[in-house]
């Protein structure tokens, strides 16, 4: 298929349409909205059903009830909008249900404000709602991303009969890039037995429940399903071999990165770049290949680095882990590099 | 509502919970408590058979399945 | 006369306690989809707390949904498979309270699923408190001194509030006798009728006891339904868009 030339939401929107997406249910909030109207009139044009619900709670409940009937269903939401999808996401774990849930992330709490922002990120990875549980979390860094990813979600939700996450933000989601959307597939309703579609006398009822209701081992069942899904880290790592101070970005924050290694490489300064694709799980082993690393600067659109936590845990207490933030803007290259230095320096170099 | 057929009400004493429905509906006062108590440890009903006309009142007012019409 | 259970209904004797409509309500649906040949194409959706129990209950493809929400997953369910029928089971708490704007907006966008309500006046499964339904002066967990309809509102009417929506069909019934039963029968399958030549959102509210949280024999409860509750929440249809067309 030719490139064409699409907003990142809309990338993503037609991308979930090309993975056999045939539901979606959505409210309305800056900086995802443009899924919702792509959708509103495209859904049709492909004969899915689009409903713009009364809320993100009976967007989210419309998804579980199109997920158990067998569908390749979606909703999108922001910030606060996702927040409240949390009940849902908690229910569609507990059930062992497949679903896209997208995070188009903007700036702050309570309501912020509609710039970029990637502020989420402690609740798309711990869980996010109530009880004991991980969601994967899909990181899109460019349009093409948004569009690979949709595919790669809906498979791995249903590998797992588990909710994925995509974690995008208000840049990926408003930038225009050229972007070759995935040959359209289809989703058969039917494809698994487990979903609901009417009890045939004599044979097993299909309950669509908390697992723990009536799997015989739960606690065993779940801790296994955990351990296979840690292992899809998913993750690129851009010089960090031989680097004195490596970066860790994830989205938008790693574009600059990516830029920002070359820039100091050309200063003498070796940097790298390990930038996470799956947020959750995180990619531990990428820091196998951080050889000659001095220390880990996470660069985050947020005031509290929220992915140190993570950093911390994947290097251990060797190392200094800082957070280079920024609110309201990308990150610059100038400041990254700045900030690196200043923590080399305290290092002794 | 004569007994012109030979169907008959049918109890299933395992599954009263003796909630009482069936005795407070029944317009013939036919049912009442028996000295059984099953293993839920509920007393349970029966129907004295010449006093019921297989009305089905019974039937419809039980939560819990005691009754057949058959 | 012939008066048998239907298959469907799985006898599990499961916790309901002595006289709880849920087992009323749960023959009354399995026997509409046995008339209607539908029991094996029925799609359930299930609130939280005690009518949840019914996915053990029934044999119907069943989803427990979250509290408030099994009207908004039904529509998503009926959206993916539109030839099964579709029914959210829910309590007066979950329609009327935390699920309202659900409710509301499928009424709302006259979505073609079926919502059989049961309202017994109050919150079942955490001990009896306060609901949308409670009738004024009715002492619960959280109104140990009775209702104040000035704090808390008169008991909400869904035939007062819903029936100038463009709905397919409205109707409440009582499980309180015989002859409550063969009407709300009457209605449910009414409702599913209307389902099922696509007329859009039926609603079957149904006056059912709960004698353990209010404290009363099982007798008493169901009396209470016919001196207390009807006089608050009339019987009848109130919509039945086809008839009025």
């Keep these: 298929m030719a490139k064409v030339l699409l907003k990142g939401n809309e990338a993503l929107a037609e991308a979930a349409l090309a993975a056999g997406c045939r539901f979606y249910s959505g409210y309305p909030i800056t900086p995802q909205t443009e899924i919702l109207e792509y959708l509103s009139w495209r859904m049709e044009e492909v004969g899915g059903e689009f409903i713009q619900a009364e809320s993100e709670l009976a967007g989210i409940n419309m998804v579980l009830g199109a997920a158990a009937a067998g569908a390749r269903a979606l909703t999108t939401s922001s910030g606060p909008g996702f927040s409240l999808k949390q009940e849902g996401i908690s229910y569609l774990v507990a059930a062992d249900l497949p679903a896209v849930i997208v995070d188009v992330m903007r700036i702050g709490t309570g309501l912020g404000d509609i710039a970029q922002g990637q502020g989420d990120y402690w609740q798309l990875t711990r869980g996010g709602g109530h009880g004991d549980y991980h969601t994967l979390v899909l990181a899109p860094a460019s349009v093409q991303e948004n569009a690979d990813m949709m595919a790669e979600a809906f498979d791995l939700a249903e590998k797992y009969r588990h909710p994925v996450l995509i974690a995008s933000d208000a840049a990926i989601g408003q930038m225009i890039e050229a972007v070759e959307i995935p040959e359209f597939k289809e989703h058969d309703i039917n494809k698994f037995d487990w979903t609901i579609k009417g009890c045939k006398k004599g044979t097993e009822q299909r309950k669509i429940q908390n697992v723990y209701y009536t799997h015989p081992d739960y606690e065993g069942y779940l801790t296994e399903k955990y351990r296979q899904m840690e292992q899809e880290q998913r993750y690129e790592t851009v010089q960090v071999e031989d680097a004195e101070l490596v970066l860790v970005a994830y989205g938008i924050s790693s574009r600059v990165c990516r830029e920002t290694v070359e820039i100091a490489r050309e200063e003498g300064l070796k940097l790298g770049l390990i930038r996470p694709i799956t947020l959750w799980p995180f990619p531990v082993k990428a820091f196998e290949e951080a050889k000659a690393a001095r220390a880990f600067l996470t660069v985050e659109m947020n005031i509290l680095g929220q992915m140190m936590d993570d950093v911390k845990l994947a290097v251990g207490s060797g190392y200094p882990v800082d957070h280079y933030g920024s609110i309201f803007e990308i990150p610059e290259s100038d400041g990254i590099i700045a900030k690196a230095k200043e923590m080399l320096k305290k290092e002794g170099k | 509502m004569g007994k012109e057929r030979n169907e008959k009400v049918y109890t299933n004493p395992v599954r009263c919970k003796g909630c009482g429905y069936c005795i407070h509906a029944c317009p013939k006062e036919a049912i009442r408590v028996s000295d059984h108590v099953n293993a839920k440890g509920y007393n349970t009903i029966i129907v004295d058979e010449d006093k019921c006309t297989v009305c089905g009142t019974c039937y419809r007012v039980c939560p819990d399945y005691v009754f057949e019409i058959r | ?245």
């Design chain 3, 1 to 245: 006369m012939r008066l048998v259970a239907p298959e469907t209904v799985t006898f599990t004797q499961s916790g309901f306690c002595p006289g709880c409509g849920h087992g009323l309500a749960v023959r009354l649906i399995a026997e509409v989809m046995e008339e209607m040949e539908l029991s094996e194409k029925l799609l359930a959706i299930v609130d939280v707390a005690c009518g949840s129990l019914n996915i053990d209950s029934w044999r119907f493809d069943t989803i427990m949904a979250a509290h408030g929400r099994p009207i908004a997953t039904a529509v998503g369910v009926k959206k993916v498979r539109p030839e099964n029928p579709v029914m959210a089971y829910i309590g007066d708490g979950a329609a009327y309270s935390i699920g309202m704007a659900e409710t509301m907006h499928t009424a709302i966008r006259n979505d073609n699923v079926v919502a059989i309500v049961i309202n017994n006046s109050l919150y079942g499964m955490t001990g009896g408190q306060c609901a949308p339904t409670s009738l004024p002066g009715q002492i619960t967990t959280s109104t140990p001194k009775g209702k104040d309809p000035k704090k808390a509102g008169m008991p909400f009417r869904v035939d007062q509030a819903f029936t100038g929506l463009d709905i397919a069909y409205l109707a409440r019934g009582s499980m309180a006798d015989a002859k409550g039963m063969m009407q709300s029968k009457k209605y449910i399958k009414k409702a599913f009728e209307k389902h099922m030549r696509g007329e859009g959102f039926c609603l079957v509210e149904l006056l059912s006891p709960c004698p353990t949280n209010l404290n009363m024999t099982p007798v008493k409860s169901v009396e209470r339904i016919k001196n207390e509750m009807i006089p608050f929440f009339p019987l009848g249809e109130f919509k039945d868009k086809k008839e009025e067309e």
